[in-house]
């Protein structure tokens, strides 16, 4: 509604943080956290939510098969 720019952000390893049934805490993780380019909407002004949202999940795919 607003078009406001979209900040994908990849967050991989965060699964490892909790232990199974338990809020404690693991003391130590391997996690990777990236902030990629924003999407901004006001510069594609034919894209709808949907496809907003569909382009951002595929900068996040992409970003994903670089890390691994």
């Not at 994908?8 to 943080?17: A, F, H, L, S, Y």
């Not at 805490?25 to 002004?45: G, Q």
Request: aromatic residues 2%; glycine residues 4%; negative net charge.
């Amino acid at each position: 509604e607003e078009r406001v720019p979209i900040i994908p952000i990849i967050m991989k390893g965060t699964g490892d943080v909790l232990e199974k049934g338990s809020w404690r805490l693991t003391p130590k993780i391997h996690a990777i956290i990236k902030v990629l380019s924003p999407i901004d909407p006001a510069k594609e002004p034919n894209l709808d939510e949907d496809a907003l949202a569909l382009k951002a999940r595929s900068h996040i795919e992409a970003a994903l098969s670089d890390l691994v």
